[in-house]
Nanobody
Framework: QVQLVESGGGLVQAGGSLRLSCAASGRTFSPIVMGWFRQAPGKEREFVAAINWLRSSTYADSVKGRFTISRDNAKNTVYLQIDSLKLEDTAAYYC?????????????????WGQGTQVTVSS
C-alpha cells in the first residue's frame, strides 16, 4: 500500500504562484510515475502533469509554460510549481502514483491517490 499526502494548496490572487508537494510513503516501488490531476467544481478530474523516475515529464496543454513538475526520488516526493495562476486553475489538486510504463495521462493508469489539496485563485 502507498500513502500520498499533498500539501501547499491555498488561496492566491490571479498571477501569483504556489508550490504543491506530495510525499509518498509505505510500499514504494520503482520504476514509478508520479502525477498530478485536478478537479474543478462541476467538472471531471483532468490530467495536469506527470514525471517518471528518470525525471522525464509531460504536461496538459492547458498548463504548459506555467506549471513545472519535479521530484526528489530520495524523498519519494513530487512537486508542482504553479506560476501565473489563473481563475480557471481553481480546483482540488490530487497527487497519484502509477507503475505503468511510460508517462500515463489517464486516471485509470494510477493506482494510488492522495486526498487532494485545494487551490483557489481570486481576482
Amino acid at each position: 500500500q502507498v500513502q500520498l499526502v499533498e500539501s501547499g494548496g491555498g488561496l492566491v490572487q490571479a498571477g501569483g504562484s504556489l508550490r504543491l508537494s506530495c510525499a509518498a510513503s509505505g510500499r514504494t516501488f520503482s520504476p514509478i510515475v508520479m502525477g498530478w490531476f485536478r478537479q474543478a467544481p462541476g467538472k471531471e478530474r483532468e490530467f495536469v502533469a506527470a514525471i517518471n523516475w528518470l525525471r522525464s515529464s509531460t504536461y496538459a496543454d492547458s498548463v504548459k509554460g506555467r506549471f513545472t513538475i519535479s521530484r526528489d526520488n530520495a524523498k519519494n516526493t513530487v512537486y508542482l510549481q504553479i506560476d501565473s495562476l489563473k481563475l480557471e486553475d481553481t480546483a482540488a489538486y490530487y497527487c497519484a502514483v502509477s507503475s505503468t510504463a511510460g508517462i500515463p495521462t489517464t486516471q485509470h493508469s494510477y493506482a494510488y491517490w492522495g486526498q487532494g489539496t485545494q487551490v483557489t485563485v481570486s481576482s
